[in-house]
């Protein structure tokens, strides 16, 4: 088992950052691909960035990718997300993920998931 706790959401103006903390605890945080995913309102969940184990190699969705970027600490049992430059149709909950598998876009890969924080960017 493996237990996911996000942080850092909250309220900022378009244009501005925010950096988003997953903490995990139970098994090795090592053996687990990591990945975001986000929903917003009416919409169905979607996948933000996702990063290998060994941290080696992310991948990114085309809506996000050069303004976020995903970084995983191992030693610390912690996945960051960096979300520079947000635009209001970024505004979701943010779900942290972690598969036992290969990283996925796909929300049905992911084998654990954290409760969610919520971003909102007003314009």
Same mark, same amino acid.
């Given at each position: 088992?493996?237990?996911?706790?996000?942080?850092?959401g909250?309220?900022?103006?378009?244009?501005?950052?925010?950096?988003? &903390?997953?903490a995990?605890?139970?098994? &090795?945080?090592?053996?687990?691909?990591?990945?975001?995913?986000r929903?917003?309102?009416?919409k169905?969940?979607?996948?933000?960035a996702?990063?290998?184990?060994?941290?080696?190699?992310?991948?990114?969705?085309?809506?996000?990718?050069?303004?976020?970027?995903?970084?995983?600490?191992?030693?610390?049992?912690t996945?960051?997300?960096?979300?520079?430059?947000?635009?209001?149709?970024?505004?979701?909950?943010?779900?942290?993920?972690?598969?036992?598998?290969?990283? &996925?876009?796909?929300?049905?890969a992911?084998?654990?998931?954290?409760?969610?924080?919520?971003?909102?960017?007003? &314009?």
């Open positions: 088992q493996v237990q996911l706790v996000e942080s850092g909250g309220l900022v103006q378009a244009g501005g950052s925010l950096r988003l &903390s997953c995990a605890s139970g098994r &090795s945080f090592s053996m687990f691909a990591m990945a975001w995913f929903q917003g309102p009416g169905e969940r979607e996948f933000v996702a990063i290998r184990r060994s941290a080696g190699s992310t991948y990114s969705s085309d809506s996000v990718k050069g303004r976020f970027t995903i970084s995983r600490d191992n030693a610390g049992n996945v960051f997300l960096q979300m520079n430059s947000l635009k209001p149709e970024d505004t979701a909950v943010y779900y942290c993920a972690a598969s036992n598998g290969a990283v &996925s876009v796909r929300p049905r992911y084998d654990y998931w954290g409760q969610g924080t919520q971003v909102t960017v007003s &314009s």
